[in-house]
């Protein structure tokens, strides 16, 4: 059998097989953020087509956070009866679920949060938007946390099976833990550990409150590919600050919204172009020995037993390919195929129903009719 499908645990909770669905914005919510029947059957496909744990798209925990329309929403107990009914879904068929929670904070617009400018750790303008953020005062950084903390809360009473923290992409964890947008000189910026505590006492903090059998992950650059920006060393260190406090699994990226071509590479037809993050593994095992999680143009079967064979991982994460074939992992496990379908030309959007999807597959269906 397949390394990919022997059974692997994230801290208290057992997993079928080590394929993640990475992190994916459905943009399939209301304006509040409240989940749809169709987000619910979205989920439940996915559950069904053998992926061992979902991650959710990132999920707002304060409304200033939100990043994009139809994004889910953790801010609130208004949200608790829908996102119940996501997890059961999940559960129902099978699978397990884990909830990404995020702050969009200078990546987000004026329009998106009631006309409000931006926040962030430091007035740094993003150069994918041309927006400038306010920077957050000391005794706004508070709050803050304690909307994560909250979050975590009522994923736990939604029947989550753990969260994710988004530190990653230029949201509002990466931005302090980035020597390019957290400019500070109090004690949240500076130093390396000055611009780690943030997404540090996030997690203590969770984990003192919800304890150890609560699974919390973490979404980690590696590199922001900015100049003045994160570098591998400096995150394989925080990667071991955010073991030395329990974190239960490390997933692994890179880039800022500014460097997208860099995150969601195009054109991945050959098992060489695969893994492109796989260097970057290679460098945090060498640093930490809690489970770490590849993400980055997997798409043939035996690339992904050779990630996992070599150590480099213990879990492979995939995006892309799941919006096409929610049953690539059933099909991988079956030998009805080797490789994804998906061939990274980022035509991801909504169908006619405002479902994420394939809309090659869609353009290839109105063809053919």
């Known amino acids: 059998m397949s390394?990919?499908?022997?059974?692997?645990?994230?801290?208290?909770?057992?997993?079928?097989?080590?394929?993640?669905?990475?992190?994916?914005?459905?943009?399939?919510?209301?304006?509040?953020?409240?989940?749809?029947?169709?987000?619910?059957?979205?989920?439940?496909?996915?559950?069904?087509?053998?992926?061992?744990?979902?991650?959710?798209?990132?999920?707002?925990?304060?409304p200033d956070g939100k990043a994009s329309d139809g994004m889910m929403g953790v801010h609130s107990d208004r949200m608790l009866p829908g996102l119940k009914q996501l997890v059961g879904a999940v559960h129902e068929a099978g699978g397990r679920v884990v909830c990404q929670l995020n702050h969009a904070a200078r990546q987000t617009k004026p329009e998106l949060i009631g006309g409000k400018r931006p926040v962030a750790p430091s007035a740094v303008t993003d150069r994918a938007s041309g927006l400038t953020p306010r920077e957050l005062r000391a005794d706004e950084i508070e709050p803050l946390i304690e909307s994560y903390v909250a979050a975590a809360r009522r994923?736990?009473?939604?029947?989550?099976?753990?969260?994710?923290?988004?530190?990653?992409?230029?949201?509002?964890?990466?931005?302090?833990?980035?020597?390019?947008?957290?400019?500070?000189?109090?004690?949240?910026?500076?130093?390396?550990?000055?611009?780690?505590?943030?997404?540090?006492?996030?997690?203590?903090?969770?984990?003192?409150?919800?304890?150890?059998?609560?699974?919390?992950?973490?979404?980690?650059?590696?590199?922001?590919?900015?100049?003045?920006?994160?570098?591998?060393?400096?995150?394989?260190?925080?990667?071991?600050?955010?073991?030395?406090?329990?974190?239960?699994?490390?997933?692994?990226?890179?880039?800022?919204?500014?460097?997208?071509?860099?995150?969601?590479?195009?054109?991945?037809?050959?098992?060489?172009?695969?893994?492109?993050?796989?260097?970057?593994?290679?460098?945090?095992?060498?640093?930490?020995?809690?489970?770490?999680?590849?993400?980055?143009?997997?798409?043939?079967?035996?690339?992904?037993?050779?990630?996992?064979?070599?150590g480099a991982a213990d879990f492979v994460s995939l995006s892309r390919p799941l919006i096409r074939e929610p049953e690539l992992p059933n099909k991988l496990r079956d030998g009805s195929t080797t490789r994804a379908a998906c061939i990274s030309c980022n035509c991801c959007g909504p169908d006619d129903a405002g479902r994420l999807a394939c809309t090659l597959d869609l353009q290839l269906a109105k063809r053919a009719t």
Not at 35 to 53: C, D, N, S
Not at 173 to 188: A, L, V, Y
């Open 3 to 62: 390394p990919l499908f022997t059974p692997a645990c994230v801290g208290s909770l057992s997993l079928p097989n080590r394929i993640v669905r990475s992190a994916t914005g459905e943009k399939m919510c209301t304006p509040e953020g409240r989940v749809t029947p169709l987000l619910v059957e979205f989920y439940r496909r996915l559950a069904l087509g053998g992926t061992g744990l979902i991650i959710t798209g990132h999920s707002f925990v304060r």
């Open 155 to 310: 994923c736990r009473e939604a029947g989550f099976d753990g969260v994710q923290l988004h530190c990653a992409h230029g949201y509002l964890m990466s931005e302090f833990i980035s020597p390019h947008t957290n400019r500070r000189t109090d004690e949240w910026g500076g130093s390396l550990e000055a611009r780690a505590r943030f997404p540090l006492e996030v997690l203590h903090r969770i984990r003192a409150e919800q304890g150890r059998d609560y699974p919390i992950l973490v979404k980690l650059n590696a590199e922001d590919f900015i100049e003045g920006g994160l570098i591998l060393a400096e995150s394989c260190r925080i990667a071991a600050m955010m073991a030395g406090e329990g974190i239960d699994a490390i997933e692994i990226s890179a880039g800022m919204a500014g460097t997208v071509d860099k995150i969601v590479r195009k054109h991945i037809d050959a098992p060489e172009k695969e893994a492109y993050f796989l260097p970057y593994a290679r460098e945090f095992r060498r640093h930490v020995s809690v489970p770490l999680i590849l993400v980055g143009g997997l798409r043939s079967l035996s690339v992904m037993a050779d990630v996992l064979q070599s």
